[in-house]
């Protein structure tokens, strides 16, 4: 084996953030690298330094033994090297062709005019097409039109239009469906047979034990240790990355379950839900199983005023129910947690703080006056609780890591004290240990008398923190169990 990339005493700041302190990394020719550590540790950045988003403050880069310095996204494409990002780069108004050969399209002359040269590029996309087995993909479609593994099968397919050798994947299953990643990784085996080495950045433990050979493990922008894959287990490598033990993940609080909150009655969506009933009470915790598309989203925005044009008999709190727009669930106490944190919960330009009390500046007021004190003090409390890593409650929320975005909006959402919490993936894309912080957290509040609707695609965690599980497939309810019932096969069986 040969080292193909290294990097070494890599330092990066932010104003007020040591994003990469010493860091250091080793790829090998052919090796699919992990990289894990908590959220805020500095891997996105690292990635951005090694493809010249970033340009470190200090450090040296060699590829092949030899020193480079990567200034830009460009340069590093011409060195063979590019990231496919989480949320993706590709122009969404031009077709998958223009996107793969956008900036370096072959151009041919004809009588001394330039030309693209469109049979040049469909042979090429033919052959990576080809190479990685995509089939269901046309080459004039837009991209807007195409779903999330789709854009990123593209991503990956403009990436081999450079002959990228080193290709580095940024948490790319959190946003896809289980059939979906299997798919990816079947990509990836295929990338990997042809000699291309990898970096792959992921908070999921079983992934990494499964497709990884190496894992480098990264805590507070500094480097831990690196391992064979085959020389650790999971708690170590949980160790490694928040640098102590780590208690139970899943801490559920048992907890003597109420009157129903919500009862829901024969909730019809034309299209989309066809009579779905069910209740939820106080202090409990409903977990919603199914597969991404079946329906889950779509009731709790049904629920939240946020989907019209459904039909149902809703009581909440003792009363007849129909929010007609989210400001007026959010009014009657039922809060709901996007899956998608930027299109729903965040205001990315605005601080921490701002987004955090956006929603209950009418509860912390005095009269027309903000009480500020009062207002620091709930934000800089929930910061503490879930481990927001960032340099003071003003930082702007666009400049945080991924993980710590989503664990504002959570705590966006407990600020607004809701009678009913509605939790769509709560835990996408954040560590273990906030993970196990978020867990802790909605389990004691469950305990305080919150009801909760829990939506997840993480089986254990929706079986770990549960009272009781709904199961919906293609917009109906195939299911319910009770927590002594709970087993994986069964709740599968219910929803494939
Ligand atoms: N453009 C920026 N401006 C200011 N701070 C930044 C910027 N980009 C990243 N940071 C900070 O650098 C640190 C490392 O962030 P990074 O995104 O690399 O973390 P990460 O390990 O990828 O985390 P996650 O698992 O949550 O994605 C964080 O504290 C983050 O807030
Ligand atoms: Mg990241």
């Known amino acids: 084996m040969s080292t193909i990339l290294k990097l070494e005493h890599i330092y990066k700041s932010f ?35 090694i493809t010249g988003v970033y340009k470190a403050d200090n450090g040296n880069m060699y590829l092949n033994g030899e020193k480079i310095t990567v200034k830009e996204p460009n340069d590093a494409y011409g060195k063979g090297i590019a990231i496919i990002f989480q949320e993706t780069s590709l122009f969404k108004d031009l077709t998958v062709l223009e996107n793969m050969f956008m900036g370096h399209e072959p151009v041919k002359s004809i009588c001394g005019i330039k030309n693209l040269d469109y049979a040049a590029m469909y042979k090429k996309a033919d052959e990576i097409f080809e190479f990685l087995g995509i089939t269901d993909i046309s080459y004039d479609e837009k991209i807007d039109n195409l779903g999330v593994a789709a854009k990123q099968m593209v991503e990956i397919a403009k990436a081999l239009t450079y002959d990228a050798n080193i290709l580095i994947f940024d948490e790319p299953t959190a946003a896809l469906t289980n059939k979906e ?10 990338l990997k047979k042809q000699g291309i080495s990898m970096l ?5 433990m ?11 493990v990264i805590r507070d922008g500094s480097y831990v240790r690196t391992a064979n894959i085959g020389e650790v287990t999971e708690q170590q490598l949980i160790a490694w990355m928040v640098g102590r033990e780590m208690g139970d993940l899943y801490p559920k609080v048992e907890v003597e379950l109420g009157e129903p909150v919500l009862k829901v009655k024969n909730l019809n969506k034309p299209g989309l839900l066809e009579d779905i009933s069910f209740e939820v009470r106080k202090g409990e915790i409903l977990g919603f199983a199914g597969l991404a598309g079946a329906g889950r989203t779509e009731i709790a925005e049904c629920l939240c005023g946020l989907m019209k044009h459904y039909s149902a008999d809703i009581e ?71 481990g927001v890593k960032a340099p003071d409650k003003d930082f702007v929320v666009d400049n945080l890591s991924g993980g710590n975005q989503q664990k504002v909006l959570v705590a966006k959402a407990l600020c607004a004290n809701p009678s009913l919490l509605i ?74």
């Open 200 to 204: 792959y950045i992921s908070h999921r």
């Open 15 to 49: 104003p007020g953030v040591k994003a990469l302190d010493d860091m250091q990394i080793e790829l090998e020719q052919g090796e699919m690298h992990a990289v894990c550590g908590e959220n805020g540790a500095g891997k996105s950045t690292l990635m951005k330094v």
């Open 181 to 190: 990643v299997r798919s990816l990784f079947e990509t990836i085996a295929r």
């Open 316 to 386: 909440f709190m003792g009363k007849s129910f129909k929010a007609k727009s989210y400001r007026d669930a959010i009014k009657e106490g039922l809060i709901y947690v996007s899956e998608d944190r930027k299109k729903y919960g965040l205001v990315v330009p605005m601080s921490i703080k701002e987004n955090m009390t956006m929603s209950i500046l009418y509860r912390i007021s005095k009269g027309s006056f903000i009480d500020f004190a009062e207002e620091d003090k709930t934000v800089e409390k929930y910061m503490k609780d879930l």
């Open 206 to 216: 079983e992934e990494i034990f499964e497709i990884a050979d190496r894992v480098t």
């Open 423 to 496: 939790l769509d993936e709560p835990t996408r894309g954040v560590d273990v240990g906030a993970k196990a912080e978020i867990h802790r957290i909605v389990s004691n509040l469950a305990k305080e008398g919150l009801s909760i609707i829990m939506i997840s695609s993480d089986m254990p965690e929706l079986l770990g923190m549960s009272d009781r599980v709904v199961v919906i497939k293609n917009g109906k309810k195939t299911g319910e169990l009770e927590r002594k019932d709970f087993s994986q096969e069964q709740v599968l069986e219910m929803a494939l």
